[in-house]
């Protein structure tokens, strides 16, 4: 958040212009912070509430108030609605007593630029350039973490009787998964083959590789 620091002579001209440079598409970025002199002697407003009344260049007044602490210290958090529109923005800072009456109040002159926002598209593309950004780091978060997951994978192998199915399964608890094989065997008075009845280690290998492949960011398995 950027701070102003603007000191408020209450003896001095009504109407200041200040050095205060706004940015439209901005959120929650700016703050004023005031000190209040009388007669050179720096003012105590704590009893008082601090009413602020802004008029965008587009003409629309937006009404407001400011925070002022117990040790006097008065500060106002610009709302963003207040400089969305680009040009001069003239904002009222009045002291209010209890009653609801105005002490005093000053009228502070400031600039609005425009800003170039974050809803740019990137060169050649229609995405916003933040969502792409924000999208790229998620994608290489996940990748990172199920990674290190996949890294540490337990593949088990099991052979069933003739005639059962042949089943994959994965357990996954969040840290580390286990894939579980399920394979039948062949049938009683036949020659098995290879690749159809039973599996060498090399076809259990190449089987593992292709289910880890068929894993889109290692959270689920693909049939």
Same mark, same amino acid.
């Given at each position: 958040m950027?701070?102003?620091?603007?000191?408020?002579?209450l003896?001095?001209d009504?109407?200041t212009?200040?050095?205060?440079v706004?940015?439209?598409?901005?959120?929650k970025?700016?703050r004023?912070?005031f000190?209040?002199f009388?007669?050179?002697?720096?003012?105590?407003?704590s009893?008082y509430? %601090?009413c602020?009344?802004a008029k965008?260049?587009? =003409?629309?007044?937006?009404?407001?108030t +400011?925070?002022? *602490? /117990?040790?006097?210290?008065?500060?106002?958090d610009?709302k963003?609605?207040i400089?969305?529109?680009?040009g001069t923005l003239?904002?009222?800072?009045a002291?209010?007593n209890e009653?609801g009456?105005?002490v005093?109040?000053?009228? %502070?002159v400031?600039?609005?630029r425009?800003?170039y =926002?974050?809803?740019?598209?990137s060169? +050649?593309?229609? *995405? /916003?350039?933040?969502a792409?950004?924000?999208?790229?780091?998620?994608?290489?978060?996940?990748?990172?973490?199920?990674?290190?997951?996949?890294?540490?994978?337990?593949?088990?192998v099991?052979m069933l009787?003739?005639?059962?199915?042949?089943?994959?399964e994965?357990?996954?608890?969040?840290e580390?998964?286990?894939?579980?094989?399920?394979?039948p065997?062949?049938?009683?008075?036949?020659?098995?083959?290879v690749g159809v009845?039973?599996?060498t280690e090399?076809?259990?290998?190449?089987?593992?590789?292709a289910v880890?492949a068929?894993?889109?960011?290692?959270?689920?398995v693909?049939?």
């Amino acid at each position: 958040m950027i701070i102003y620091n603007i000191r408020m002579d209450l003896q001095s001209d009504r109407t200041t212009h200040t050095d205060v440079v706004l940015t439209s598409g901005d959120v929650k970025a700016y703050r004023l912070e005031f000190d209040f002199f009388s007669q050179g002697k720096r003012k105590e407003v704590s009893k008082y509430a %601090l009413c602020i009344r802004a008029k965008r260049a587009d =003409g629309v007044v937006v009404v407001d108030t +400011g925070d002022i *602490t /117990p040790d006097g210290k008065a500060f106002y958090d610009i709302k963003s609605n207040i400089y969305q529109v680009p040009g001069t923005l003239t904002m009222e800072v009045a002291l209010a007593n209890e009653d609801g009456c105005y002490v005093t109040t000053k009228e %502070l002159v400031m600039t609005v630029r425009k800003g170039y =926002g974050n809803s740019g598209l990137s060169a +050649g593309n229609t *995405t /916003p350039i933040l969502a792409k950004l924000m999208e790229q780091s998620a994608k290489a978060e996940r990748a990172t973490i199920n990674a290190e997951r996949i890294a540490d994978m337990d593949v088990l192998v099991e052979m069933l009787d003739s005639g059962s199915a042949a089943t994959v399964e994965k357990d996954d608890d969040g840290e580390k998964m286990v894939l579980r094989f399920r394979i039948p065997r062949g049938f009683p008075g036949y020659a098995p083959q290879v690749g159809v009845d039973y599996f060498t280690e090399e076809d259990k290998s190449d089987m593992v590789s292709a289910v880890l492949a068929a894993l889109p960011d290692g959270d689920e398995v693909s049939y």
